[in-house]
């Protein structure tokens, strides 16, 4: 591999200029309001029928009221509103009427409604706010023409200089922390170049941010991270947690890519992770085998050399409470043991042993015409090189895994021509996910502004290796749940889920 140092400095230096057009707040604001008028008691009131994706928030701005006002009318809505509910809204001018006791509402005293259809709208009162949740694709309140985001890599700047550019070491890029991480940006400027094409506009600010906990909490005194839109960190862990308190108290989205860690969400939620935890693997993996093979039995085999040694228990639970017939096994010749040739046979293999795996799969092999067999390898079995692809095939092996990168796949063909092209060397995988999660996050900002959170289960895209399903649990942030899970066909994976 050979790329030109160069490059290197240019990449630090990336200025997109920018356009983005929307309505304004007040027409939005206009489009939810109701012309339904009801006298009730003497007062008028708006009648508004909730919409989907409306907030109370939103309704309080729209027609020009405190959200106190809107309560005391409605007394149900203080535990929230919900998609077709009716809540009346006092016109502009007059006061709310008071409500001193709470009964239910279908006890209140009927009122003398007089319905009427008005032609002129009451003045609408706009308070600076920092955020109205309207419908996804509809919010243009915090659209800019530039966003500025920040991108966060342990580039090692400082070992750059000791580089000889011109005659460099021949294994340079192997064993220097400089280029560790350079494929990530080099992905991520590909798909940034996309997505200036279809009018998105970008200010990219570029940050060396290594192991150093101190250079650390210096870099966050930089007066610019504070106005960033959105943050992504390929960091150390301790660094990211600094950083990522930082993004909390400042309200930015904050991406992390490579990291497994549940608890980096925890109690934070403007953390986005893209890889998706162990919990989550076994939960989709008991989903996928009671979906189907639930009329089979479920082998659950434990290799004691396995780090991960609850796993096999979480699974058992997940598959149990699916109504699965689960049960673990240990050793060769308990798994052959509890074949059936009744009943269909799903063997899940915790193993990263290759010489274990390779054993037990060989010898699977020859019992292949007695029983009904499938396998799943986990983890990923499809980087064990030693594994003999014929096996693998004739016990319909399937494997779970985060990425993959199917190479006929036309999207992924090209950009393996514009990485060529541009950088002189084929892209690693890091690559890849460096030009999946720029493009995803970055349309999401194009797509619903820096409060794109609630909108991302109606983002769809066609990424490389990387599918998206980012969910919030209440007080955290936003994890990647989705585990793919392929099966060997005619010598190849095939996506199945």
Known sequence: ?????????????????????????????????STVVEKVEGKDYYIHTVKRGQTLYMISKAYGVEVNDLIRENPAVKEGIKADQKIRIPMAGQKSAEVKTKPPV????????????ISQEAPVRLDTVEHIELPCGQDSTTAKSVYRVALMLPLFLSEVAQINAESPAPDIFETSK????????????????????????????????????????????????????LMIGVLYHRNFQMVAAFAERNKINIVNPISERTDLVAGNPFVFKVRPSKKAQ??????????????????????????????????????Q??????????????????????????????????????????????????????????????????????????????????????YDDPDVKKFVRHFQTRYKSDPSRLAF????????????????????????????????QTEFDLVQTKGNGFENRHWMVFRYENYKLVKTN
């Open 1 to 33: 591999m050979k790329i030109d140092l160069k490059i290197f400095v240019f990449f630090l230096l990336i200025l997109i200029p920018v356009g983005l057009k929307g309505q304004t707040t007040v027409e939005q604001l206009k489009q939810i309001r």
């Open 106 to 117: 279908a006890k209140e005293k009927p009122a003398t409604k007089e319905s009427v259809k």
């Open 178 to 229: 400089s280029f560790q991480f350079l494929p990530f940006y080099e992905g991520f400027l590909l798909a940034l170049d996309s997505l200036k094409k279809s009018g998105l506009k970008i200010k990219l600010y570029v940050y060396d941010v290594d192991k150093d906990t101190a250079k650390t909490r210096l870099f966050l005194q930089k007066p610019e991270l504070k106005s960033m839109d």
């Open 282 to 319: 076994l939960e989709q993996l008991a989903d996928f085998i009671s979906a189907e093979f639930y009329r089979g039995q479920v082998l659950i085999v434990r290799n004691g050399q396995y780090n991960d040694k609850d796993a096999p228990d979480r699974l058992k639970k997940e598959c």
């Open 321 to 406: 409470e699916r109504k699965l017939n689960a049960q673990i096994v240990e050793g060769q010749a308990a798994v052959i043991g509890r074949l059936s040739k009744e009943k269909d046979n799903y063997l899940v293999f915790f193993s990263d042993n290759p010489a274990y795996t390779l054993d037990l799969t060989r010898r699977l092999y020859e019992l292949r015409n007695e029983y009904n067999l499938t396998l799943v390898g986990l983890p990923d079995w499809s980087a064990m090189d030693e594994l003999e692809t014929e096996y693998l095939v004739a016990l319909k092996t399937h494997v779970v895994s985060a990425n993959a990168i199917d």
């Open 433 to 464: 996910q460096g030009f999946d999660v720029s493009y995803y996050f970055l349309s999401a900002l194009k797509f619903y502004g820096p409060h794109f959170g609630h909108c991302l289960g109606e983002l769809k895209i066609n990424s490389l």
